[in-house]
């Protein structure tokens, strides 16, 4: 199929863009694209419509779908110690209904790539990561699955409570289980992450036990990192040192690695990040929201680091909207830094390469030859681009914005502003039952 007639953004290298574009995708793959008359063969016209890749969601929380709007005046370790007991009842259903309505929003959004960081195992319930995956296959969408980790309770100086903390070897052994669901070539569908915590839910033990098994076993590494004051007051209060020398010291200041947040850093600590490779899912809602602060963008792309967008749980950030993200990470960079901190096509690169880069994907996040055709694929006779003779400028500024369509492997999973393969009022009833379960 060739798609034409179109302002292709390629994201790639050459910061390449055709104002009178065409892709042409076989076998779910890109072809071709170029600009001018396309090829020979079957041809959708998409009248003028901006073309991206299909967005990357660095960081998120699918689950928390379930607790929408609570705790609305809490600071991140008061928030948390609202809901842990709230969460503490989730179930494999429970799962299944936030993630399909959760992966849905992020597909409404132009997101084909999403990251979800779930570490929260009450005793006895199983089947939690297999019921997101099995949600991201249902819907048409790639997943990267994180099976996260707490195994350090209030009553050993931690911040969740007990009965949701594990034992490590028992979590380290469940993690190399669900490895088989690991994908490792290109174009995969499903992958797996290892994913403890925090540092203030997740012992040092811990922390090198998971870097050990997930690079035996060829996998990335997350964690959340920080992310406010109080957790670098809790460092130096227990380790003796700051987040991003903690990480140092337990061999997570490398290039297999990101981390979520990293609001509170210095500028050495954003050279460090830089030096080593590590990358950074910059969540600027979800920082907003809980009044964590702005992490430094700027500074973490000028010395090198690989930065994508997160979203974050929808109970700190209740739009599950990447185009918004991107919005948002623009505009907070240049609350800090100035109006020339961050530009449009920087802002939706972050939405784009930067989140297939901290994700350790050359497949996705550009359109180029012999990538993955994950395409967003956005009206241009929207309100939000009338006026504007810049449309990329346009879809970063004007949003949030609903994709028209999106194609993921060249199959579609959003058509004429809707989801293909669910029905979308029945995804939010389902979930809206699933979260009476969880009222406080």
Known sequence: MIYANAYVVAMDD?????????IEVADGRIAALGAGSPPEGERADLGGALVTPALVNAHHHLYQGLTRARAQEADLF???????PLWARIDAEAEYAAARAGLAELALSGCGTV???????????????EAEVQAARELGVRIVAARGSMDLGASAGG??????????????????????????????WTQIAVAPCSPFSVSKRLMRGSAELARRLGLRLHTHLAETVEEEEYCRGIFGCRPVEYLE???WL?????????????????????AAGTGVAHCPTSNLRLGAGVAPVRALLDAGAPIGLGVDGPASNERSDLSLEARQALLVARGRGGPGA??????LRLATRGGARVLGRDDIGSLEPGRCADLAIWRTDATGFAG?????????????HRVDRLLVGGEEVVRDGMLVRADERVLTDELRTQARRFAA
């Open 388 to 400: 504007a003779d810049d449309p990329v400028a346009a879809l970063v500024l004007a949003a949030p």
């Open 115 to 129: 990251f979800d960081h779930h570490y929260v195992f009450p005793r006895g319930a199983t089947g939690l990561v």
């Open 249 to 251: 010291q337990v061999g």
């Open 78 to 84: 008061s928030w948390l110690r609202m809901l842990y």
């Open 342 to 347: 961050l530009t449009p096509r920087e802002a």
């Open 159 to 188: 911040l969740p409570p007990d009965e949701l903390v594990e034992d490590p070897d028992a979590l380290l052994a469940d993690t190399e289980a669900l490895a088989v669901l690991h994908e490792p070539e290109p174009g995969a």
């Open 254 to 274: 490398a290039d297999d690695v990101w981390c979520a947040h990293c609001v509170h850093l210095s500028a050495d600590d954003a050279a460090r990040l830089g």
């Open 14 to 22: 050459a910061g390449t863009e055709h104002a009178d574009g065409w």
